[in-house]
């Protein structure tokens, strides 16, 4: 097991539902050794990928991707969920549909930002259907640039997400791939990777 | 002038209405060897305060506050806007308006992760009338925390929200504080610190 496979061993918890808690590290209360450590794992894993601009998604991947960027040094641009539907041409968008929180956001990258010349890794906490990555990738596409690989921390192998993200080609890196997990006695099952 | 001075001279854009632009460095795309900076000063300017762990708010918060963690060597807990009215009593909340947005959120912290042990530095990007900070230092009185400091980025030197916190006796310190500035010719004058 991994730093990361560990810690969720210790401090995650299994809810009803397929929900696996780990605020208490990853997406409330922030471990930022934690993810220095997955931001040199991500460097290993992308060794070679000629990287020079993260893409993230706020709220929750906003901490890792910092960490990670300041590893690759390069800069971090957060795509915002924005209420407003008067945008005014400045911006690639995409909409992102939110199972935990039951709605649809419209996400905004600023095209000051993102344009052909970038090379972009993108990060996120949690990959589970795959709507927020695609959402992203929407977005480079928009704007010519081109994704050399995707770093999740927690995948829940059991949807159908990654599977469908590597079947498009994308290298996709998860640190944890959880392949089921049981809320009655709060185990987990990690994917050997 | 300091490195964050500097580069809102290069790369800050004054708009009509004291709105200061800072998105291609601070808030939207993320120059992470910045924050690392601001890390170090922050770490120089409360020197001898025993922080053990790190508040903000999110979004734009989150990327400062964790790489500056790393310079502390601490973790960093986010109070997360909810839309949610049914909270379940195992969170602390606070109400915060937000004068770009035109709205008030809820924001909220699990009362797992801020406690009577804590010893916390808030930070955040901006300071201008302090209801986001209000919220927070609302927040951490809830836990029975205490506040070491308040690291902020820019200050809004001629709004009251800095004034009004340090009159009531926190160490606030902000990296750049802005005196005036003038859209039509994108000048930006700085405090002397």
């Known amino acids: 097991m991994n730093a990361l496979e560990e810690r969720i061993m210790k401090d995650g918890v299994v809810k009803e539902g397929n929900v696996l808690k780990v605020d208490s590290f990853l997406n409330h209360q922030m ?41 690759f040094g390069v800069p971090v641009v957060f795509a915002k ?11 690639y968008t995409a909409q992102v549909e939110s199972f935990t929180h039951k709605n649809v956001n419209t996400v905004i990258v600023s095209k000051k930002f993102l344009g052909p010349e970038d090379h972009i890794l993108i990060i996120d906490d949690f990959l589970a259907n795959g709507c927020a990555l695609q959402g992203l990738i929407q977005i480079a596409q928009s704007a010519g640039a081109t994704v050399e690989g995707i770093g999740i921390a927690i995948e829940k192998g059991f949807q159908q997400g990654g599977r469908m993200i590597r ?4 290298q996709l890196e998860s640190l944890a791939i959880v392949e089921s997990m049981d809320a009655a006695n709060g185990s987990v099952e990690f994917r050997e990777q």
């Open 31 to 71: 471990d930022v050794e934690l993810f220095k450590w997955m931001g040199e794992e991500y460097k290993r894993r992308f060794a070679g990928k000629n990287i020079n601009k993260i893409l993230t998604i706020e709220a929750s991947g906003i901490g890792i991707a910092s960490v990670v960027a300041l590893e």
């Open 81 to 91: 969920k924005s209420k407003s539907i008067n945008l005014d041409g400045e911006m």
């Open 167 to 170: 079947n498009l080609g994308y």
